[in-house]
């Protein structure tokens, strides 16, 4: 039987532009396809520190499989790391379609004051989107309009932080430091909201909001209780080796 070619996991050439360099990934991550199994094939804790991920990531690269949006999101991390210029951050869409709600995450790329977005989806305009939008309003705008095809409204949307280049980061990804319900929102204000909220972000002056909740309860004095206490990154991963 004729063994299934394996992509080859592209790599960054210096003659390459950002633009190109993200195609190329993009090609990629097209190569593997869509997972239309039903089963997911990489289980991917939002949770788990970015080391973790990353190697979840690895994993991505050597098997080949169908891939479905999140693992998309963690392989797009995994091949822009180390590209200082590419800052990288979750966008999650809640949207509504005939009485039922669907959750789609890509993975937002800003850049030389230009934004885009990196990922994989049944719909080929629910995904990537080239590096030429200048605010990430006309972003989240175009990923609006293309919902609308397919008669679905969108509800919510969700913006994480910049992910750290740092691939052996114990710190997990911040999905939703910005959670705005747009469909209860005129365009203006959502577009207010996004674009004080990307400036602060260029700015880095943003912090999760994860860790700022959990300081909160223990400033309360509030104990957390057992099921909701974690341990920390380090033993977690430790752990997780071990298994």
């Known amino acids: 039987c004729v063994q299934p070619s394996v992509p080859p996991v592209p790599n960054y050439k210096l003659s390459m532009s950002i633009p190109e360099w993200l195609q190329a990934i993009q090609t990629y991550m097209k190569m593997l396809q869509y997972n239309h199994t039903g089963t997911q094939f990489f289980e991917i804790r939002k949770s788990r520190p970015l080391s973790g991920l990353m190697e979840t990531a690895r994993e991505m690269t050597r098997e080949s499989l169908p891939i479905k949006c999140l693992e998309a999101v963690i392989l797009g991390i995994y091949l822009t790391n ?38 994989m989806s049944r719909r080929s ?29 969108v509800k919510k949307v969700k913006i994480g932080l910049y992910v750290p280049h740092e691939p052996h980061s114990f710190q997990p990804i911040e999905w939703k430091q910005l959670v705005l319900n747009v469909s209860k929102m005129m365009r203006t204000e959502v577009r207010k ?37 974690q341990a920390s990154p380090q033993r977690r991963a430790c752990r997780r080796d071990k298994s």
């Open 125 to 153: 305009d629910l995904m990537d989107k080239p590096l030429t939008y200048r605010t990430l309003s006309d972003l989240i705008f175009e990923f609006e309009d293309s919902y609308k095809k397919y008669l679905h409204s």
């Open 82 to 119: 180390g590209q200082p210029s590419v800052e990288r951050f979750p966008i999650s869409f809640k949207t509504h379609f005939s009485g039922n709600y669907f959750h789609h995450v890509v993975l937002g790329i800003y850049c030389n004051g230009r934004y885009g977005s990196l990922g």
């Open 193 to 229: 909201e996004l674009e004080k909220f990307a400036r602060d972000m260029r700015m880095k002056i943003l912090k999760p909001s994860s860790a700022h909740s959990l300081m909160k309860e223990r400033s309360r004095g509030k104990s957390l209780s057992p099921r909701r206490r």
